[in-house]
């Protein structure tokens, strides 16, 4: 073991430049896909069956596929077609896929409103008949009945699952290792071992950052839940 290496200015700067990046796909795909997946699961729900259909599709295709797969159809398939690279100096949004790092957000985006729609689909179907039969009875329309009473209660309900899709999109986000010229956690750690041929020195570093942002993303869950699901816990006697 040499742990010197890890702890060396230059090291350091390497991890800290792929941290930064892992937070940067991290926070911007769970928003992005968060709002995605408000709307993907509002038309799971709806009575188009076009919608329905379509977006079951899409979320079957995502949660069907590896995201391994997914991120090489985008940087390696998509945003190498002809078409694509004839655009992509000065047509928007062509522009992006130039991009390494929009290529590996746009596909853990995507990802991530796949898997949390259908969860909030979920707990919109599951939603008590006497909650959604109370709020009528108050004269409230369907808009007013999905925002005031269904959405909240679904999206509290969504949150310990949800708290898993987080964590495994963090997890995830070392697949933008393989994408080249973007430095990610993973990406430092592979660089530094290719460097110094030490294997188990840059990959336990690495761990070590990834298993400290887990805790502080299953802490925030807890409080959430603690605040948000506390009429549910037992009653202490």
């Known amino acids: ?8 200015p230059d090291t350091l700067a390497l991890y800290g430049e792929g941290l930064i990046t892992t937070l940067k ?3 911007a795909s769970l928003a992005i896909g968060a709002v995605l997946a ?7 729900v709806s009575r188009s069956w076009i919608l329905r259909k379509t977006v079951g599709a899409f979320t079957y295709f995502m949660r069907g596929t590896p995201l391994l797969i997914q991120v090489y ?7 190498q077609l002809e078409w694509v690279q004839a655009r992509w ?4 949004p062509w522009t ?7 290529c590996a957000f746009l596909a853990f985006t995507l990802n991530t409103a796949a898997y949390t729609a259908e969860m909030l689909a979920g707990s919109i179907r599951e939603t ?3 909650e959604v039969e109370a709020a009528r009875a108050m004269g409230m329309s369907r808009w007013q009945l999905m925002r005031r009473v269904v959405m909240p209660s679904a999206i509290r309900r ?5 708290s898993n899709e987080v964590v495994m999109m963090l997890h995830s986000t070392s697949l933008a290792s393989t994408v080249p010229s973007l430095v990610d956690l993973t990406g430092a750690a592979s660089r530094v071992y290719s460097d110094y041929y030490l294997p188990f020195e840059a990959y336990i570093a690495a761990a070590v950052v990834y298993l400290c942002i887990t805790f502080i993303l299953i802490g925030l869950f807890r409080l959430a839940e603690r605040h948000f699901l506390g009429y549910l816990a037992p009653r202490k006697a």
Do not use: C, H
């Open 158 to 162: 969504t949150l310990p699952a949800y």
């Open 1 to 8: 073991m040499n742990w010197e290496v890890i702890f060396q």
């Open 128 to 130: 008590s008949k006497g």
């Open 38 to 44: 408000l709307l993907g699961a509002l038309a799971l």
């Open 96 to 102: 992006y896929f130039k991009e390494p790092f929009f």
């Open 89 to 92: 100096d000065a047509v928007w």
């Open 73 to 79: 159809l985008i940087y390696y398939g998509f945003s």
């Open 25 to 27: 796909l991290l926070i």
